[in-house]
């Protein structure tokens, strides 16, 4: 095994071996694209708008560097005067900072401590279900709103917890008083969690479902034989067999942490729960649409994204530390 690893090394380093290798490579990426060459057009209208949807807006970072004022249209970005990073420097002063910072990581913290493991939760609980009529019953009805944008489901939210609602209807049986929920400092990011949680639970259990499928049946047959329960089975059958799933999503969820969900914030919250519930990306709405202060804003966003890269790339660290497959 090692003079085989040797000789490759060897051939590597040897001159006149990278031609060749690079020649082979040409023709082997020439095969390909031949060969899977309807499968390429199939997905060249998604690579397409994600080009022009995501990586040309990605030429606009330069106003964050630039004092732009919107006059002189594209080609105005790059002729405004250069102040280097004086924007991220009134960020990190400005008394918002903190709020902004404080906000987004309570409010990802807490949607990755009760959403994450909902979906995880749902997919063990379905695939333990026996009555398939009732079983495809449950996960139409759990995927529904996801199909809901977040303009309809905070329209319902609304709805149900107005004073006059049926939530505080329900609260009233028991003598407690009429709740403004959405008003409330005190009970607003449980909205956020609990509607985040109703709307995307069953879509995000598909995936895990999907894995949960392709566990061997050898290996319930050999647990129930050894007596394990059906909560054993659980613990230490399927969600071995599914870490791997569980690990990249949750890498993914990390670097999310710094950026929240901007439609459901923007539909729910209001003035008075400011303090409570502005994030970065709603600020960045305020600042850079409203106020029409596009280098600062952008100076805001840039801030935001470089930290979710940061926090994936030591997610994935961490996964690979601790003995797990990452993204990459």
């Not at 005067?81 to 924007?87: A, E, S, T």
């Not at 049926?166 to 005190?186: C, D, Q, R, Y």
């Amino acid at each position: 095994m090692n003079s085989t690893v040797k000789a490759e090394r060897l051939a590597r380093t040897t001159p006149g071996t990278a031609p060749v290798q690079e020649k082979k490579f040409f023709e082997r990426t020439k095969i390909f694209i031949v060969k899977y060459r309807f499968y390429h057009l199939l997905v060249l209208p998604g690579i397409i708008w994600y080009f022009i949807f995501h990586y040309l807006p990605m030429i606009g970072l330069v106003i964050a560097f630039r004092d732009y004022n919107g006059m002189g249209g594209f080609l105005g970005m790059f002729r405004a005067p250069w102040v280097g990073f004086q924007f991220f420097g009134y960020l990190f002063r400005s008394h918002y900072f903190w709020r902004l910072l404080r906000n987004t990581l309570i409010i990802s913290g807490l949607k990755l401590l009760f959403f994450f493991p909902a979906p995880i939760v749902l997919a063990l609980l379905l695939n333990e279900i026996r009555q398939n009529t009732f079983k495809k019953i449950v996960q139409t009805i759990s995927y529904l709103p996801h199909f809901l944008s977040w303009v309809v489901v905070s329209g319902l939210v609304m709805m149900m917890l107005e004073t006059a609602g049926p939530v505080n209807a329900m609260l009233g049986w028991g003598g407690v008083e009429p709740i403004s929920f959405l008003s409330s400092t005190k009970y607003f990011r449980a909205v956020l969690v609990v509607s985040t949680i109703w709307k995307s639970v069953g879509w995000g259990s598909i995936i895990y479902l999907a894995a949960i499928t392709n566990v061997p049946m050898e290996q319930y047959e050999a647990a129930f034989l050894e007596g394990a329960s059906r909560f054993q089975r659980i613990w230490y059958v399927t969600l071995p067999s599914i870490r791997f799933v569980i690990f990249i999503f949750l890498i993914l969820q990390v670097g999310r942490i710094i950026e929240e969900d901007f439609e459901q914030i923007f539909n729910l919250y209001n003035a008075a729960v400011y303090e409570v519930a502005d994030v970065f990306e709603t600020y960045v709405y305020r600042r850079g649409i409203l106020q029409a202060d596009f280098s600062y804003a952008t100076a805001v966003g840039l801030f935001k994204s470089f930290t979710s890269l940061v926090l994936v790339l030591a997610a994935n660290k961490s996964a690979k530390m601790l003995g797990q497959e990452g993204l990459w």
